[in-house]
């Protein structure tokens, strides 16, 4: 056979795929909006925000009488006065207690009753789950007569035990509903799996549920910590004693009829807020992962 035939009978070479063609990148409705839309009104924002957080230092750091817009020469006598002359170091340490103490039996009694709601079924569950929802249209206001009634009889009154069980009463539903939540998004066969190993159930729960609701827990134990912090009514009605008194009644005892010293009142709020600003400048991420978490299935 000549080069010529055989060049002719040799099967042609199969053309070469074509280079897959990447997809054009979607062009998203905020892709075409001028930044300056963006940022004008998030700065507009800002600046209502971060005016009264300017306002109280620019109280609460400059001299008593000076009417300057700058805090300066700084003076810390105002906080000097408010944590020694107005009892405030008792104040917070009546706070820490009892908002550490509500986070503590709040977080405890919910993970109990949570966990029940989400792995037990019985007959009244979807009653007492309406009843625990339409607890929260009840205003705490309406819960003073029969509580202060209730402590009375137990000779509570006057005594931070008393507020520490209002608190964890009021904020139980929440608590529950939330965590009921976090645990139906543990797989049930993570805990068959344990008990197929010889764990009992408590114990398949604290190995392998409990470790996997840390978001949760942190999330609901801090917005019981700051709920009882910021809570006034119930260490009003509750408390007599100045040495029982939380922050909340210590803030409200340095306005008066007559007067309001504002410096004092400044920086009453500045160490209001500034253990809670810090509990959550540490648990801002399991904050935010605990609540989403919560959020995916009922």
């Known amino acids: 056979m000549s080069t010529t035939e055989a060049t002719m009978t040799a099967p042609a070479p199969k053309d070469e795929a074509p280079a897959p063609q990447r997809p054009a990148k979607r062009r998203r409705a905020w892709d075409e909006v001028p930044r300056w839309q963006i940022y004008f009104p998030l700065g507009i924002y800002l600046v209502f925000t971060l005016v009264p957080f300017y306002w109280i230092l620019l109280f609460a750091l400059r001299e008593p009488g000076s009417t300057s817009l700058v805090p300066w020469p700084m003076t810390f006598e105002h906080f000097e006065k408010v944590w020694t002359e107005r009892s405030f170091g008792t104040y917070f340490e009546n706070s820490v207690y009892v908002g550490i103490a509500t986070l503590v039996m709040t977080t405890l009694v919910a993970l109990a009753g949570g966990y ?45 035990g008393s507020v520490i069980i209002a608190e964890t009463v009021f904020q139980l539903p929440l608590s529950m509903i939330l965590i009921s939540g976090f645990i139906r998004n543990v797989p049930y066969s993570l805990e068959e799996a344990a008990w197929v190993d010889g764990c009992t159930r408590f114990t398949g729960f604290r190995v392998v549920v409990l470790p996997l609701l840390r978001p949760g827990l942190i999330a609901v134990g801090s917005f019981a910590f700051v709920h009882s912090w910021n809570h006034f009514l119930f ?38 807020a500034v253990p809670v600003v810090i509990v959550f400048a540490f648990i801002q991420k399991w904050l935010i992962t605990g609540f989403s978490a919560g959020a995916v299935k009922g």
């Open 116 to 160: 029940a709601l989400a792995r037990f079924n019985f007959k009244i569950k979807r009653a007492f789950m309406l009843a625990l929802l339409c607890s929260q249209f009840v205003p705490g206001a309406l819960l003073l007569v029969p509580l202060f009634q209730i402590f009375a009889e137990l000779q509570m009154i006057n005594s931070l």
């Open 235 to 272: 260490a009003l009605m509750f408390l007599s004693n100045q040495d029982k008194q939380t922050i909340p009644v210590g803030l409200n005892s340095l306005m008066s009829a007559d007067s309001v010293d504002l410096g004092a009142l400044a920086a009453g709020g500045i160490i209001a």
